[in-house]
């Protein structure tokens, strides 16, 4: 009955999901309900920014050549004819020595073509009129914002595959975005496998233990930016998850299931990927956790058999499922970030391979370190919960220092070009380690 | 007409506006609805993990003494007696000579106290019967994993106020929160004040621009994990104003405004505040963008009156509506968070006031780096698109070079219990800077 199978490297089991990436369609959507999605097209101005001259402060549009003479002895004084403020046009021609009160975001009045501000002026009320004093000379273009200073019409603004968020929202307002060509966001499917499966509302009795993965994947897959419809339990039932798998297959973009991809005597994802005549990319990682991570391939939709334990799960959405989700969203930094940084505390387990520790990332004095997180086993349950990164460390090795030099793959992060490599052993501690 | 006003430091605007923070009341929802929200109550392990003896990998249950002679030369012989998956009890009873085959997560049986996993075992099937052959001992205890090592019950595992994310879910459903203690969301009130603004879905026409604020306020808002309530766009007219605001404050737990705020003669909110009886905890601050950011409380909720400006209604939500929300979520970690890192090139812009530069970090060689976009005008409008930092320079500086150290404000982390200090001149750098 035991199974012998071949252990692949993490970096070749992410470029044989790679290899069946599709990208999404394009729908459009109200801007108002855009937050969170992924661009489907590039932004292109199709106005200049701003889209007419205009005064960027409170003050006075004057003619420039009136101020030319103007000096602390010898001010000029204009006529103030108007006071226009911004979202109105000046209704008044502007004449040889008069001014125009303009508050800022004013468009410029015509014959206007320096802004002198509230703070270098006097105002003085005379004769039934209003004057300013200037004590200094304007040049032409003073204080002016110039149509098309901050863009131009044709400027790529916005990639396709970005993210919306807040500051990709303001963009898309202020060139009419009121339609937003989004990414339909990919379907996935969830089954959780295992008879030892409670729901969250059931009690607890022996030998069974609560559903917990359904409610991560679930978040994991929105977080990656993908719809989840979660299809429920399955006990450890051959011709249940045989059925389960075929039938919903067409409902979605790809299905993920957890548990059940083991050596056990009920581990039956091997079985039903045969049975269906999937295409098995692979069913063993050279890492810990998710060693038993499989995902297989029928008619160009992948099936990603994720480990029934927790932290494995976890893993292996970060690294094989997310990728696959964040390429159909058109993005080509589909990869979770991963960058050098320093471990804070020895971590002394032997890794017979690549090994992804839950760990909580810290910013001291410009550099990056990182903090494994649930090292004592009480915290084992609850390290998913405060974890955001995963340190790697490479296979062959002993065990690592407090100081080390290790890879940091960053979870809160859009992501990166360079798929995760994976770390080679540290020349220098080579004397220590395993074959 | 030209007012006055006195500008306060950035961290004494974050003190007068944490004076008049709240936490919000409890309610209870289906753990499908948690995601993003924050918790209400810190979760308590109100069971043992595991909650019984199990295997964690798949193997025979076997009673330790039996094995004690096994060797190479001399294996010990059990004869299997039964096969249990997890979420099965063993149904017979283990007498001495006699083995389980179990699964993973399979409860251990009552009378085996040690797992002897597949690799370690050869099956034999002689007799009509199953054997296995050990060719070591194991001892009491070994690979088994023991009731309460993960976690004891009442270990304290979340804190309220830890935003729920996908570990913090799963956490939820092993303890089986069907119904999780979150707190209720802030209820923010929007408008945008400013008679130049048009619909997103308008046309351009001379003089106006398209309202980004809105919309970027409203998405600043749901990251910070609040509810917008957006009431519309306001001309620039008194009563109109007046009216909006008085009537909308009983219906949120606090209010924006964007617009209106500085000293131009359609800037009306100051007024407003005054007629409201509003006590005005500022009206200036020493910082740009958005020196002219002002919070008034009325009746303990406060207004924050937002710059008309982008990129200064973006950094004035950051910086005083964010730890308000925050803090009202239970989070003791208000704060965004600031650490310290090196310009990637120059900032050669003088610097009267604390400066808060929108920037791109990166992380290269273990380092935190951050480059200014939106250096060169034509990416004013997108510099915010594009940034996921803010790095702070001290006011009363003349430019800073590549390579300096600089504080930077993580927009993208979860908060800090420090708020932003003010930062100081370098003191080597004096000698070029301004008083």
Redesign the interface.
């Given at each position: 009955?035991?199974e012998e199978r071949t252990a692949i490297k993490v970096s070749e089991a992410i470029k044989r999901v790679m290899q069946f990436c599709k990208k999404g369609e394009i729908e459009y959507i109200n801007?108002?309900d855009a937050?969170g999605r992924y661009l489907g097209k590039a932004v292109v101005a199709d106005?200049n920014?701003?889209?007419?001259d205009r005064t960027p402060l409170?003050g006075f549009a004057v003619i420039s050549e009136d101020t030319a003479s103007a000096s602390p002895e010898n001010p000029v004084r204009l006529e103030v004819i108007e006071?226009v403020?911004?979202?109105?046009?000046a209704k008044r021609e502007v004449k040889a020595g008069q001014a125009v009160?303009v508050?800022?975001?004013?468009?410029m009045p015509e014959e206007c073509d320096a802004i002198a501000m509230?703070?270098l002026t006097n105002?003085i009320e005379e004769d039934g009129k209003t004057w300013i004093e200037l004590k200094r000379p304007f040049k032409k273009g003073d204080f002016v914002s110039f149509e098309g200073?901050?863009?131009?019409k044709g400027?790529v603004?916005?990639e396709a595959g970005?993210k919306i968020?807040?500051?990709?929202?303001?963009?898309?307002?202020?060139?009419?975005?009121?339609e937003v060509p989004v990414v339909k966001k990919p379907v996935i499917g969830i089954y959780a496998t295992?008879?030892?499966?409670l729901?969250?509302?059931?009690?607890?009795v022996?030998?069974?233990?609560?559903?917990?993965?359904?409610?991560?994947?679930?978040?994991?897959v929105?977080?990656a930016g993908a719809e989840a419809v979660y299809y429920g339990q399955l006990?450890?039932d051959f011709d249940q998850c045989y059925d389960a798998v075929k039938n919903t297959l067409d409902k979605v973009d790809a299905l993920i299931t957890t548990g059940g991809v083991?050596?056990?005597?009920?581990?039956y994802l091997p079985e039903i990927y045969q049975k269906l005549g999937a295409n098995v990319l692979f069913n063993k990682i050279a890492m810990r956790p998710g060693s038993v991570t499989t995902v297989a391939e029928k008619d160009g939709k992948l099936l990603f058999g994720l480990s029934?334990n927790?932290s494995a799960c976890?893993v292996g959405f970060e690294l094989y499922t997310r990728p696959w989700v964040k390429t159909f969203l058109h993005s080509d930094k589909p990869f979770t970030?991963w960058?050098?940084?320093?471990l804070t505390e020895d971590f002394p387990k032997p890794n017979p391979f690549t090994r992804f520790i839950r760990s909580k990332i810290s910013?001291e004095?410009?550099?990056?370190t990182a903090s494994p997180v649930g090292m004592d086993?009480?915290?084992?349950?609850?390290?998913?919960?405060?974890?955001d990164a995963l340190v790697a460390v490479p296979g062959g090795t002993r065990g690592y220092k407090a100081g080390d030099?290790v890879d940091i793959l960053?979870l809160?992060?859009e992501g990166t070009k360079d798929p995760f490599k994976d770390p080679e052993k540290l020349r220098v501690k080579k004397s220590n380690d395993d074959a």
């Open positions: 009955m035991f801007i108002d937050e106005h920014i701003p889209s007419f409170d006071t403020g911004a979202g109105n046009l009160r508050m800022t975001g004013t468009m509230f703070e105002e200073e901050e863009t131009k400027d603004l916005l970005t968020h807040a500051g990709v929202i303001a963009v898309l307002a202020t060139f009419g975005y009121s295992g008879t030892e499966l729901e969250v509302d059931e009690e607890l022996p030998g069974k233990i609560r559903n917990s993965n359904a409610y991560m994947i679930k978040t994991q929105h977080q006990a450890d083991s050596v056990g005597d009920f581990d029934g927790p976890f970030e960058v050098k940084g320093t910013f004095g410009g550099k990056i086993k009480s915290q084992v349950v609850t390290s998913l919960a405060h974890s030099e960053l809160f992060r």
